[in-house]
């Protein structure tokens, strides 16, 4: 801290109270959505080929799954944005509900 004057203290040892998470807000996470699950014998994935349905494990209009860093903090749906796929939230998941 050799640009402050000797004496002073910064915002954060200033006032804890009032730290700010500004710090945080630069690190990336990873954000994933699952549709659904299926399981397989290997005999049966390697017999799919191009135009292939494989059917998963959720009915239509069913919530999807979003998870940070690998843990679920979400439910959404599916919704398209001009020409992608995006979801929305409907649900936030508690830590208590996992």
């Known amino acids: 801290m050799a640009d402050q004057p000797e004496g002073s203290a910064t915002a954060a040892t200033a006032n804890p109270d ?7 807000y630069e690190i990336p996470v990873q954000v994933s959505v699952v549709l659904g699950r299926t399981s397989m014998q290997v005999s049966q994935l390697l017999k799919l080929g191009r135009g292939a349905v494989v059917e998963l494990d959720r009915k239509v209009g069913e919530p999807i799954d979003i998870f940070v860093n ?11 944005v001009e020409d992608r796929i995006g979801v929305t939230m409907t649900e936030i998941i508690k830590p208590d509900k996992v």
Do not use: D, F
Not at 18 to 23: G, I, R, S
């Open 18 to 24: 009032n730290v700010t998470l500004e710090a945080v």
């Open 70 to 80: 690998n843990r679920l903090i979400a439910r959404g749906e599916v919704v398209v």
